[in-house]
């Protein structure tokens, strides 16, 4: 399965953007999705998660702001973000799991100027 991430951009803060992941195959038997972000210097980190297809999970940086979301008959996995801020930018990865099988899109760079 391919994950293409889209909808990253340059924003204001305080605005808006949506991102969206789309799976070449069906995402109907991968439980787990999840919305990662890298900012320059840092670590890795965990926007939000589906688990088990319902558990939702966000970061703390990001709960009240941001909404996970999945498509499976799309198969297309979706992150709305508001209110963003300049901490928000990064390049954010999606990623989908079924027990031991990981995959992960390529990265779609969101850039939030103060």
């Known amino acids: 399965v391919q994950l293409q991430a889209s909808g990253g951009g340059m924003v204001q803060a305080g605005g808006s953007l949506t991102l969206s992941c789309a799976a070449s195959?069906?995402?109907?038997?991968?439980?787990?999705v999840a919305w990662y972000r890298q900012a320059p210097g840092k670590q890795r980190e965990l926007v939000a998660s589906?688990?088990?297809?319902?558990?939702?999970n966000y970061g703390d940086s990001v709960k009240g702001r941001f909404i996970i979301s999945r498509d499976d008959a799309k198969n297309t996995l979706d992150l709305q973000m508001s209110s963003l801020t300049p901490e928000d930018t990064a390049i954010y990865y999606c990623?989908?799991?079924?027990?031991?099988?990981?995959?992960w899109g390529q990265g779609t760079q969101v850039t939030v100027s103060s």
């Open positions: 195959g069906s995402m109907h038997s991968f439980p787990s």
């Open positions: 589906i688990i088990s297809a319902k558990i939702i």
């Open positions: 990623n989908i799991q079924r027990r031991n099988l990981l995959y």
